[in-house]
């Protein structure tokens, strides 16, 4: 299934440095997502975005700020971040977003290593 | 605040039948998910419930109580490949998603 992509796969990196986590869809859904999953919790929804316009932002730290170029890709730019961020990262895209019964298509994430 | 809880592990047995079940406390309701996800790769999506009533999908069933605030996903004929992680979503008045923190269900032969 390659529906939505995610690159890198893996990733450490230090408190310093910055990187950026790409995702693209390939189902032609208007609605992409963020989320971060970290060991024996539930996802916890970061960002949402809707043709592109960012939707929901639900208070998470500034060193993570994501952008949405357009429909099919969606980066989430990492810098200064602490070791309490090292989680799962993972991207999803549904048809919209705004009305129920849209289920939500997931890449296979990025497992980051803050050192 | 918005809660969902479910059972933290599972263990059965191969050609058995489990019920997983959740509950859940949100501001509103516009459905209810189910996602499975093997360890190291991507929830997939399973089952999805609005109106009360069970939802049939082959060995997978999923029933629904907006009453109660309570849902189950029903497997039969277990098999191992069903050794997996079941998340239990709900859809509340903003249209975002609330998830539990998942149940392991371990399948032994």
């Known amino acids: 299934e390659t529906g939505v992509t995610q690159t890198p796969r893996h990733l450490v990196m230090g408190m310093t440095n910055k990187k950026s986590l790409k995702c693209e869809q390939h189902?032609?859904?208007?609605?992409m997502y963020w989320y971060k999953q970290s060991a024996k919790k539930p996802l916890e929804l970061m960002f949402v975005?809707?043709?592109?316009?960012?939707?929901e932002n639900n208070s998470v730290p500034s060193r993570f700020s994501p952008e949405c170029p357009n429909s099919s890709h969606l980066f989430l730019h990492l810098h200064t971040l602490q070791p309490e961020d090292s989680a799962l990262y993972l991207c999803?895209?549904?048809?919209?977003?705004?009305?129920?019964?849209?289920?939500?298509?997931f890449g296979p994430g990025t497992r980051l290593t803050v050192t | 605040g918005q809660n969902i809880d479910q059972p933290t592990e599972m263990t059965a047995t191969e050609g058995a039948i489990v019920q997983i079940n959740c509950t859940y406390q949100?501001?509103?309701?516009?459905?209810l998910f189910w996602y499975q996800q093997h360890a190291g790769e991507a929830p997939t999506f399973l089952s999805y419930?609005?109106l009360d009533g069970l939802e049939e999908k082959g060995r997978f069933s999923s029933f629904l109580s907006r009453s109660k605030g309570y849902s189950y996903l029903l497997l039969k004929e277990l098999q191992m490949k069903d050794s997996a992680s079941y998340l239990c979503?709900?859809?509340?008045?903003?249209?975002?998603?609330?998830w539990g923190a998942g149940t392991k269900l371990i399948i032994k032969p």
């Open positions: 975005y809707s043709l592109e316009e960012r939707v």
């Open positions: 949100t501001s509103g309701f516009n459905g």
């Open positions: 999803a895209s549904s048809q919209g977003w705004g009305t129920s019964g849209y289920e939500q298509y």
């Open positions: 419930n609005v």
């Open positions: 189902l032609g859904h208007n609605a």
């Open positions: 979503a709900v859809m509340d008045s903003n249209y975002q998603l609330i």
